[in-house]
């Protein structure tokens, strides 16, 4: 069976050769007389593991709305794979996911709806559709919660669901806004080492955003550091500096590496020229980013 | 055996061609409002779809004005208001019951003058009562083949569109990141469950008609985790509280108080149904289904 996705665009594998799963080119988006991003660029290779690093109202959700089509940037170009772009291209896991408890929906049917969510027609039973949810249900390690109603399972494990669900159409690239956000620590190491196995395993391209890098920090190929609607991108010791971020920021931070977590935290004496948008980030003393 | 039967079932039941006509009016609704009504309840929608069929009874007791089958005014009214419905933006979390609410009130409005219209002429005694709570014994035979019409256009819509509607409902960002047309899906959503509202408006009332679209539908979501096994379930517990409505309505003739109407019982059995599903513990029920 063919990815519905593949059918679409260019060859995913030819995109694959050519390195690249995703080009974002000078992004600015003006919303409201507000400058949300301001010339964002940056790439993501074939199966990297990147991280869109910013804080809370930097517009990291803003940017995946852009990359996935749903938000016309005032001006530059989004690139997915080699080609033109589709929705199936990218799959997509999205920050806020409640669902009712009482909600008729297993995991697995959720699982497969990312796999003909978008065709017509209610699915007839077919052994191929079944084979592939398994698959996805084995590859993240959801066997012991598949049958349950998705809306009664824990975060993590609804994360999985949908990280699954993302993932069935196979797309070059993967984005998840703030998966992280609301696990414990444990789900999230759990999460972040599945995506890192996938990514490495079926050479796809991660793009996951976090308020608060160091959970990442393990498996990050690439940091995308956004704030203020700037962006900056390279390898964490390129990008995470203080010289890098203060410019990001326009106003001085500091950058504290201790026992291997990085801390960003806000520098004294520039606090009056701090140009945030959120006042409550700029009254913030101390910033752990 | 047979006297026991006979005092279950009374005399004439089965050769009364407006029974008949009842029980096949009576299943068809059944079927269209539990499957509507499932996403009803999975979208929160329940509110709406009780307007819906509030608002029916300005279109039924217009009918009655000009002469036509109740039917029409039902289908006509509900339809247009969930245009307007649409056009205010019930689509926007926040604009929902304000949307709702605004077009309730409107109903309910012209629903008075007409009643009031239709005391004041004599062909149309007990028409006010036959709008509000129904009267499924007095349908013309000329209702059947509108009722399988309209109901077919319901049922069709909800089975065409039925996984992008399943996906937007768990959803919109699910379904708007795979580019489904959110806002088109919710509209038809929004006319097959004006359709299935005036539908069950014919049978049990323009009042109750939501008992019979979210109270099979409850009772489903309680009774099974899979979406389509939900719908098959709550058509089958509307088709139950449906014909032993009507057969107890049919036996009620030698009650007190002769012949009590057929929509005190369907919506009471909708309630006894769904607290038996919520209380009555089943084992089987933690495991699979």
């Known amino acids: 069976m063919t990815s519905p996705g593949a059918t679409v665009t260019a060859d995913p594998v030819a995109a694959h050769d050519a390195g690249e799963a995703l080009r974002v080119e000078g992004i600015t988006l003006h919303l409201g007389g507000r400058t949300v991003l301001d010339d964002v660029s940056f790439q993501v290779g074939a199966g990297e593991f990147t991280g869109l690093i910013g804080p809370n109202g930097a517009g990291k959700t803003t940017l995946f709305r852009v990359i996935l089509g749903l938000q016309q940037p005032t001006s530059g170009s989004v690139r997915v794979g080699g080609g033109g772009r589709s929705g199936r291209d990218v799959g997509y896991v999205p920050q806020k996911f409640l669902l009712d408890p009482d909600m008729p929906l297993r995991g697995r049917d959720l699982i497969a709806l990312g796999l003909d969510g978008h065709r017509l027609g209610i699915p007839l039973p077919s052994r191929t559709r079944r084979a592939r949810v398994q698959e996805m249900v084995e590859a993240v390690d959801a066997q012991a919660f598949a049958d349950e109603r998705v809306g009664r399972l824990s975060g993590g494990e609804q994360q999985r669901i949908l990280i699954a669900h993302a993932l069935i159409s196979r797309p070059q690239l993967l984005l998840l806004d703030e998966p992280l956000a609301n696990l414990d620590l444990r789900s999230a190491q759990e999460v972040v080492g599945l995506l890192a196995r996938i990514a490495a395993e079926q050479r796809i391209a991660v793009l996951i955003s976090a308020h608060e890098m160091n959970p990442l920090l393990p498996v990050m190929d690439r940091v995308v550091y956004l704030a203020a609607g700037h962006a900056a991108s390279g390898t964490a010791e390129e990008v995470v500096r203080s010289d890098v971020l203060s410019r990001l920021y326009g106003h001085h931070v500091d950058v504290l590496r201790v026992h291997g977590r990085v801390l960003v935290v806000a520098g004294t004496g520039h606090d009056e020229h701090a140009p945030l948008d959120d006042p409550g980030d700029a009254s913030a003393p101390v910033e752990i980013v | ?289």
Do not use: N
């Open chain 2, 1 to 289: 055996m047979h006297a026991d039967l006979a005092a279950i079932i009374a005399p004439g039941f089965f050769s009364s061609s407006s029974v008949q006509l009842a029980l096949v009016v009576g299943a068809l609704v059944a079927i269209v409002a539990g499957t509507v009504g499932v996403f009803t309840v999975i979208r929160g929608q329940s509110f709406a779809g009780e307007a819906l069929g509030d608002i029916g009874a300005s279109g039924g007791s217009s009918a009655y004005l000009v002469g036509i089958a109740p039917l029409w005014g039902f289908v006509g009214i509900s339809v247009a208001a969930a245009a307007v419905m649409e056009l205010i933006g019930i689509q926007r979390a926040r604009g929902r019951d304000l949307a709702t609410g605004i077009v309730l009130g409107a109903g309910f409005g012209l629903a008075a003058l007409f009643l009031y219209l239709g005391s004041t002429s004599s062909s149309t005694t007990g028409a006010t009562v036959t709008i509000l709570f129904g009267s499924i014994f007095q349908l013309d035979t000329s209702t059947l083949p509108l009722v399988a019409v309209f109901g077919a256009i319901a049922l069709a819509t909800i089975l065409v569109i039925y996984r992008p509607l399943l996906l937007v409902s768990v959803s919109p960002e699910l379904g708007a990141a795979r580019r489904l047309p959110v806002r088109l899906i919710g509209s038809l959503y929004l006319l097959a469950m004006a359709l299935a509202v005036a539908l069950s408006a014919v049978t049990i009332g323009a009042i109750l008609s939501t008992a019979l679209l979210v109270g099979p539908a409850a009772t489903a979501l309680q009774l099974t985790r899979r979406p389509g096994r939900a719908i098959l379930c709550a058509a089958l517990v509307g088709i139950g509280v449906m014909w032993i409505g009507i057969l107890l309505a049919y036996d009620s003739y030698s009650w007190p108080h002769h012949g009590w109407p057929v929509s005190f019982f369907v919506v009471t059995l909708v309630l006894i149904a769904y607290i038996a599903s919520r209380v009555i513990p089943a084992p089987a029920r933690k495991r699979r289904g």
